[in-house]
């Protein structure tokens, strides 16, 4: 009896608290839309050219022209910001897809088909996700040259692993399944049963999986940009802007805090978003 | 797992060791290679291309032998520690290693202290408190540590603790064990942050798994203090996942180092290697890359030796019912 009752104080409890998350994550969702138009229109949006310099007010606090202040060279800070987005939302995008096109094929190869494929593609993960991809990207990054779109290409092979493992981990579980039986014994190809039939179910816990890809890169290629291995001088960038408007802390700070908000923000928003999708799947195969 | 099969285990990790390392090193002894311009106009530098220069450089480093060839013997000079030169300085890349890993090994090490002390302390304190306003704040810090790169938390605690409050200095890393412990404080608790999320996590995780077995409550209804529920039965327990992701913690702690020490510019390794990326140094690329490498390689053997030692099951070779 006492057990049930506090089930049930439990279950309430679960309940409430599943309504009330909501206020949350559209906060989160909000933000991301505003992050996202930012990316597309930005330079409509921004008030002012984020490149361009004007030497007489440089360095100057938050002001009702300028609401962010300018930086160094005079440029005025909000506009930056807002234009900064698409480097913090376009490289991200396309790793946590990239991620998902490697991570999802080999690990539906895995999972499926076991034995040796298996072994293999587990000893490549191993490997991959025991070297701090930060590190690696500064390496070859700053020795081969290339920026942006070389540290892009990188840290899809760095991020991959981790899809590959959830995918594995997803589809050895529906590989005992019934439909997927039902398939085997009506004669369908592995192909298309992995494509067809496992693909579908696994998909969503991955796609939650990429929420939090997309932080993960998000703040790996601020840290390169903020490193100056990332993106080229006159694209405006929140690492870059970081580390070079670090030293004007004490004469305008909001030239660093700005972008390094919007930064931790973005990538919160996305944490919170893909932890909450993970938890409404996993509640809903249990209800199944 | 029977003591054979743990032996057996840790024997499979032992073999895969010099495979890690191979694949590791070829890769690291690769970049030489990648380097644009090729081989010669990255170990030239900023010296005149003589053919005497050249013809030096061919020679010091096998550049007419096979690819195979070079790469072992680079690796035998690796193994003893010798990387060659610096590029820029010239001096050996042994040196420019051994002069930052005071600083780093500092750091970390202080990072270390306080990111196990709160987190333990706070996932603890969370699971405890599961459901509470406390529990959600605490999952909510995290949730905010995990998303705020070390570069980005250093930059806010800067500002709020040296520019708004001057508390602690802007620069340096200060003499003495007791400036350096002020001066490193900063740093420390913006690397601690990063790595925080992860131990507070796991062992919130470990905690709440802890308490809802049946020991647990045995021990309760058997009239055991809970404090002493809490700290012998439950938390060696939860212990057991923290020790695990050592590997883990490792990397994140070298990754948050590196970015911190160049958010308060700190001469520690990370910083140098960053430097000598941007410069294309590759021998102290190489030099630091490989000690990195190397350290990952050590711990991950340790965090499996560990994980047998932390178990009583394994460590008296009884089999697990």
Not at chain 1, 242 to 267: D, F, H, Y
Not at chain 2, 136 to 160: E, H, M
Request: proline share 5%; glycine share 10%; aromatic share 8%.
């Amino acid at each position: 009896m006492i057990e049930l009752a506090v089930e049930k104080r439990d279950r309430l409890h679960e309940a409430r608290r599943r309504r009330r998350m909501p206020v949350l994550i559209a906060c989160c969702v909000a933000l991301m839309i505003a992050v996202l138009a930012c990316a597309a229109i930005g330079p409509l949006l921004a008030p002012y050219d984020p490149n361009a310099p004007d030497l007489f007010t440089s360095v100057a606090p938050p002001s009702s022209e300028h609401w962010l202040g300018t930086d160094t060279l005079g440029r005025d800070v909000l506009s930056q910001v807002i234009v900064g987005a698409r480097t913090a939302v376009v490289g991200p995008v396309l790793i946590a897809l990239g991620a998902l096109a490697i991570g999802g094929s080999l690990g539906l190869l895995s999972g499926y088909l076991g034995g040796a494929t298996d072994w293999a593609i587990m000893r490549w993960v191993d490997l991959m996700l025991a070297l701090p991809g930060l590190l690696v990207a500064i390496v070859v990054v700053g020795v081969l040259g290339g920026g942006y779109l070389v540290a892009v290409a990188l840290l899809i092979v760095l991020t991959a692993p981790i899809d590959t493992r959830v995918v594995r981990a997803a589809t050895l579980e529906q590989r005992p399944l019934p439909y997927v039986e039902a398939a085997t014994t009506l004669g369908l190809n592995r192909r298309k049963i992995m494509v067809r039939h496992i693909w579908p179910n696994v998909m969503p816990v991955v796609v939650a999986n990429s929420f939090l890809n997309f932080a993960l890169g998000l703040v790996t290629l601020a840290g390169l940009s903020f490193l100056g291995l990332g993106v080229g001088p006159s694209t405006p960038d929140w690492g870059r802007m970081l580390s070079e408007n670090r030293e004007l802390l004490a004469e305008n700070a909001w030239a660093a805090l700005a972008p390094g908000i919007m930064l931790v923000l973005t990538a919160a928003s996305m944490n919170l978003m893909g932890d909450r999708l993970y938890e409404w799947l996993s509640d809903r195969g249990r209800a199944r | 797992m029977s003591f054979l099969e743990v032996l057996r285990f840790l024997g499979r990790r032992l073999l895969a060791l010099p495979v890690v390392l191979f694949v590791i090193s070829l890769g690291v002894f690769s970049l030489l290679y990648l380097a644009p311009g090729g081989v010669e106009a990255a170990l030239l530098g900023n010296r005149p291309a003589t053919p005497e220069i050249i013809r030096a450089i061919r020679d010091e480093y096998h550049l007419d032998d096979p690819f195979l060839t070079q790469y072992w013997l680079w690796l035998q000079d690796a193994l003893r520690l010798d990387f060659g030169r610096s590029i820029k300085s010239g001096e050996p890349v042994f040196t420019v290693i051994g002069r930052g890993m005071t600083t780093t090994l500092f750091l970390s090490a202080y990072a270390f202290i306080i990111a196990m002390t709160f987190g333990v302390g706070l996932g603890v304190l969370a699971a405890v408190r599961r459901r509470t306003i406390v529990d959600r704040g605490v999952v909510g810090l995290s949730v905010f540590s995990v998303s705020a790169p070390a570069f980005a938390t250093g930059i806010f605690l800067l500002y709020l603790f040296s520019v708004r409050l001057g508390w602690f200095p802007v620069f340096g890393q200060g003499s003495g064990f007791v400036d350096r412990v002020w001066h490193l404080t900063l740093p420390a608790l913006a690397l601690a942050l990063s790595i925080m999320a992860l131990v507070v996590k796991l062992t919130r995780a470990g905690m709440i798994g802890a308490l809802e077995q049946d020991y647990v409550a045995f021990a309760r209804a058997r009239g055991v203090s809970s404090r002493n529920v809490l700290v012998k039965y439950a938390f060696r327990n939860a212990l057991v996942p923290i020790v695990t992701a050592g590997g883990v913690l490792l990397a994140f702690t070298l990754t948050g180092a590196t970015l911190v020490e160049v958010t308060f510019s700190l001469p520690g390794i990370g910083s140098r290697l960053v430097e000598a990326a941007s410069f294309k140094d590759v021998p102290v690329v190489q030099g630091i890359a490989m000690t990195f490498a190397i350290t990952i390689v050590i711990v991950n053997v340790l965090v499996d030796l560990m994980y047998v030692l932390v178990d009583p099951r394994i460590r008296f070779g009884k089999s697990a019912a």
